[in-house]
């Protein structure tokens, strides 16, 4: 998802 969202598949989150 966002970059500031809980952990993305797409993109590196805060979560990873």
Do not use: K, R
Request: charged share 10%; proline share 12%; hydrophobic share 45%.
């Amino acid at each position: 998802n966002f970059p500031l969202d809980l952990g993305a598949i797409d993109a590196p989150s805060i979560n990873g």
